[in-house]
């Protein structure tokens, strides 16, 4: 199973992130799996560099945390998407966009 | 992007609060993660414990991701140094001895530059606290604020008819106003019960005074063009902001009252701005009268139309785009040839003679009037330079204390290191340590130079017995303190930062070594004993010595030279002499009545028990006022004008015996020389060496050329000329300058109704015994004669203390400086010894062991410190004596060798290096052989 997954590029791991807590708030374990569902399983985020970056990501302003109770009544950090956070989204979104389309481009030349 | 700032900030701010908290809730996050993923492979069908091991296996470094997460908040920088203070502050308290002394050390520094500072910036520096001061322009001599000539029309200070010419005649100043002193002035405010009588200090100034300076009034108003016209017509004066709040508790409804001053009545109409005593540095005034008012003020005197009365300072702004120069040279000119057209024939050509060796002086105003600043700028500045060593001395001596602390921690440094503390890190610690030292040290340093200028300025004011305080604007110039404590920081970072690159840079990080080396205390004690632990620590301390001592060198010789100023010989019994002063100005006496009034005065205090002898005299000793003129001596050719130059005195009968002068030759002015007969005049040695070389100058004639004076004493614009014949000749005393070489001097009678032009009676008494027991019945006695005329009675001693204050001032601020260098060469002295022994327990304990006495380690520690303290001395000996050169101008009756001050000097250091290394010693000397093994 280890092998199938890819390892993310750089800088991508914001862009999912943000993506993800664009539909609903979530903790920082409900994040990880989602993606991890959602890419059919091809993604996997690497533990140790999600919580640094849902940090760095509050520090920006573009998430913001919120103690609450789990789904089986325990207590866990939510975190959830800032209006800041949802143009960053946006902006970053249509840049990636941009950058796979390009590449496509140049893949397809022969 | 600033949303993201702020953002960023605000969430950073937060971090750093509640830190703690955010450290749990980390670790309660991170919990739950690790549970929910336990719980996910548990449904997958694995157990409890295998689910949890995978979780976190998966999971990775649960602390580096604490690390990263931290990284990530960025508060990481803030929060370490927010630790190391706490540290810094710990460990500075766990040490008092080392911190006390630092800050002290450091306080002390930065104060005592900060306050000498102080006082030389109000007293040399500051600019006067007027509108663009650097236009100002004065055109007289700015030291000659408080004197008055008659005679030949001189520029240093100029009469009111040349101020009027240069005024409407130069083309370079917007305007320009005159100022002059008052005299001594009587004022009585209020009347009846409420009355108080005063002499405070005034002038009178031209209408434009204040619109020259650009001074507005704070309350009330200044002076109009109206009031300078006529005089005698607008009786209003100006009071300064600080008379306003003493005299009248600064209320409102001083303006309008009215004081008598000399007995006109004078309305107060303006106060001036706080802060404004007025253009002449040095001597605060109360208030400022209109020049018209003079002649009503000071009847008699003929101060606004007579051209011989010399008597104003003058001040003028510069027009835009004129410079300093182009202001010297018209008004050089236009002055030169205001007073020209006045003279003729000799005069003239005296007076071009006079100017070609002392020219016009024209010099910047923007630092005002002051009478004694140039005599004392120089030695202030090279005290200030002096005590610019002694920061220098104070970071030596911050420097070695942190050094020792640095090496004595150089196992702790390297086991961090060796540990992977990052090099970084650790300056980071010592640096916060450093900047926490400087600024408390800085901050307590502002507080003892506040205080230590209060202390400076108040020992400068109760210098002066005749000349009044030296005020001075005390408001401490944050530049200085700034400058100060920015070098102390600089030194301290220095000499903290060095050392601990050294001590944590790669090549010496060698663990096994420095733990070994610690271990074997006991076996390597001798070794590490002899050579110091702290690697420039001696020589630091031992050049803050040499400091010290070029200090104590310089302030032995200054006190050595005031000494000699007071009790040096100036030719006169200076210690049982009292001089009487009785002021004229506004009393009856003038003519016969004032001649019959003199010596009523010397034989009614002759004959006061007690008193030997009394004489009345013109100008007397060390009374102000001084007299000269041009004489031609029989048989002798003048090469020069300046050789015909004497000064002169007019004296009464048995003067020289009640001085204690000697006669040389021939007698004395005595009573035959009152009534009648060939006028007599007896010469000094100077003046007789001068034109009679080697012959017998009795019998020669001398003849004087002076203004002449009618019947009521009021100066004429004639000369007379009066012959003398020589009857005896003087030793040379001093009369009116401790320090000058005596000049020509000749004595004659009262010519009257001569007043002198000091309008005072002149009395000087020879006491037996000590003159202050007499001082009140000699007044008591003066009463009697002269009612209730201002009368002043002092021992002659005190008046000639008076005349070298500001030598006084420079040995009372040398040697409170010099204290304060002793005290920070004790302190830099203990501080290396404390820390020398401290880590040479194992030593000491070694030698106990082996049977050494607690005293022969006490002497041992005791002879390191003096044999450091003896090569600071030997450096600082040479040192100070080519150093002394600079202030050579101040000493009197000193060579700069002066063996006595310089043996002083040398025993107060030593003694000082004793008293300072004591403590320690015998802490050393205590140490057993137990201790040095439970150090182990």
């Known amino acids: 199973m280890a092998d199938s997954r890819l390892d993310l590029p750089q800088g991508t791991l914001d862009l999912l992130i943000l993506k993800a807590l664009s539909l609903e708030p979530m903790h920082g374990w409900a994040i990880s799996e989602r993606i991890h569902q959602v890419s059919r399983e091809t993604l996997q985020i690497p533990q140790g560099s999600l919580y640094p970056a849902l940090h760095r990501l509050e520090r920006r302003g573009w998430i913001k945390a919120e103690w609450g109770a789990s789904d089986n009544n325990r207590r866990a950090k939510y975190y959830e998407l800032t209006r800041a956070g949802r143009k960053q989204l946006d902006a970053e979104a249509r840049d990636w966009e941009r950058l796979t389309t390009a590449v496509a481009l140049v893949m397809r030349m022969s | ?936």
């Open chain 2, 1 to 936: 992007m600033l949303a993201e700032l702020l953002s960023d900030i605000r969430y950073r701010l937060r971090a750093l609060s509640s830190r703690d908290s955010i450290e749990r809730e980390l670790d309660d996050e991170l919990r739950f993660h690790i549970e929910r993923e336990t719980e996910k492979y548990e449904r997958h069908g694995m157990s409890r414990d295998a689910a949890l091991r995978r979780a976190r296996l998966a999971f990775g470094g649960v602390e580096q991701m604490k690390e990263a997460s931290r990284d990530a908040r960025g508060t990481e920088r803030l929060e370490s140094i927010v630790r190391d203070l706490r540290y810094a502050v710990r460990s500075l308290e766990s040490r008092p001895a080392f911190t006390l002394t630092v800050v002290a050390t450091l306080a002390l520094g930065i104060g005592a530059n900060t306050a000498i500072f102080t006082l030389v910036d109000a007293l040399l520096l500051r600019p006067l606290p007027v509108a663009h001061p650097e236009q100002l322009v004065i055109a007289s001599d700015p030291t000659q604020v408080n004197n008055n000539n008659v005679g030949a029309p001189i520029t240093d200070f100029v009469s009111y008819l040349l101020y009027r010419d240069v005024r409407a005649r130069n083309t370079v100043f917007t305007d320009m106003y005159a100022n002059g002193w008052s005299g001594p002035i009587d004022v009585q405010i209020g009347s009846g019960a409420g009355t108080t009588a005063e002499q405070p200090h005034a002038r009178f100034v031209t209408g434009n005074f204040f619109s020259v300076l650009g001074v507005p009034a704070y309350a009330g108003r200044t002076f109009t063009a109206a009031e300078d016209e006529t005089p005698g017509q607008d009786p209003v004066a100006v009071i300064s902001y600080d008379y306003w709040q003493r005299r009248f508790s600064g209320s409102r409804a001083a303006i309008g009252r009215v004081m008598r001053v000399n007995d006109v009545a004078v309305t107060i109409v303006g106060v001036t701005p706080p802060g404004f005593s007025g253009d002449i540095i040095g001597q605060p005034l109360d208030f400022w009268l209109p020049m018209m008012m003079d002649p009503v003020i000071q009847p008699g005197m003929n101060l606004l139309n007579d051209r011989s009365w010399s008597w104003l300072m003058m001040m003028g702004r510069l027009k835009p785009g004129v410079t300093l120069e182009q202001a010297r040279q018209n008004v050089s000119a236009v002055e030169a040839n205001a007073v020209r057209e006045n003279l003729s024939g000799a005069a003239q050509s005296q007076f071009d003679d006079g100017l070609k060796a002392n020219p016009i002086q024209v010099v910047s105003g923007a630092r005002g009037f002051s009478e004694r600043r140039a005599e004392y700028a120089k030695a202030l500045w090279v005290l200030m330079a002096a005590v610019g060593l002694v920061i220098l001395v104070v970071c030596a001596n911050v420097s070695s204390l942190m050094l020792a602390r640095i090496v004595a921690r150089r196992r702790e440094l390297t086991v961090r290191m060796t540990l992977g503390a990052a090099r970084g890190r650790l300056m980071q610690q010592l640096l916060v340590e450093g900047v926490l030292l400087a600024i408390v040290s800085s901050v307590l340093g502002v507080f003892a130079a506040t205080w230590g200028s209060r202390v400076l300025l108040a020992t400068v004011g109760g210098s002066s017995v005749v000349a009044g305080p030296v005020a001075a604007d005390t408001t401490l110039d944050l530049r200085v303190v700034a400058f100060a404590g920015a070098m102390t920081l600089a030194c301290v970072l220095l000499f903290g930062l060095l050392p601990a690159l050294r001590a944590t840079s790669g090549a010496n990080v060698d663990l096994a070594a420095s733990l070994r080396s610690q271990g074997r205390n006991l076996m390597g004690a001798a070794r590490v004993g002899g050579r110091a632990n702290i690697p420039f620590g001696r020589a630091l301390v031992a050049a803050q010595i040499a400091l010290s001592m070029l200090l104590l060198i310089g302030g032995g010789l200054l006190a050595r030279s005031m000494q000699q100023l007071l009790h040096a010989d100036i030719g006169v019994d200076r210690d049982h002499l009292i001089a009487v002063r009785v002021r004229l100005s506004r009393s009856p006496y003038v003519g016969a009545r004032l001649a019959q009034f003199r010596r009523d005065l010397a034989n009614r205090i002759s004959r006061v028990p007690g008193v030997d002898a009394a004489a009345f005299a013109g100008n007397g000793l060390f009374s102000e006022g001084a007299s000269g003129g041009r004489v031609d001596v029989s048989g002798f050719v003048p090469q020069a004008d300046s050789e015909r130059v004497v000064s002169l005195d007019r004296v009464g009968p048995n003067y020289f015996h009640a001085i204690g002068a000697r006669l040389l030759r021939g007698r004395g002015i005595g009573m035959q020389d009152l009534e009648a007969g060939p006028p007599a005049v007896v010469i000094n040695e100077t003046m007789a060496k001068k034109y009679f070389a080697g012959c017998d100058p009795l019998g020669g004639t001398v003849t004087l050329v002076v203004p002449a004076h009618d019947s009521a004493g009021r100066t004429l614009t004639r000369l007379d000329t009066l012959h003398y014949r020589i009857v005896g000749v003087v030793r040379d005393f001093q009369s009116r300058d401790v320090r000058g070489t005596p000049r020509r001097e000749m004595y004659t009678v009262f010519d009257d109704p001569y007043t002198g032009n000091s309008g005072m009676a002149k009395v000087v008494a020879h006491v037996r015994g000590d003159p202050s027991r007499f001082v009140a019945p000699i007044r008591q006695a003066v009463r009697d004669v002269a009612g209730a005329l201002p009368i002043a009675v002092d021992p002659v001693n005190d008046l000639v203390r008076g005349s070298v204050s500001e030598d006084v001032l420079l040995v009372q601020v040398t040697i409170f400086f010099c204290v304060v260098t002793l005290v920070l060469a004790a302190l830099g002295l203990y501080g290396v010894t404390a820390y020398s022994t401290s880590q040479r327990t194992s030593e000491f304990g070694l030698r106990a062991a082996l049977g050494a006495e607690p005293g022969d380690v006490t002497r041992m520690v005791l002879g390191e410190a003096v044999r450091v303290a003896v090569i600071g001395v030997v450096i600082g000996v040479p040192a100070g004596l080519l150093a002394t050169r600079l202030i050579r101008a101040q000493l009197f009756g000193v060579g700069t060798i002066d063996v006595p001050s310089l043996g002083a000097a040398i025993l107060v250091l030593l003694a000082t290096a004793v008293v300072a290394s004591y403590v320690p010693a015998r802490r050393a000397a205590k140490v057993g052989p137990l201790e040095a093994l439970r150090l182990e």
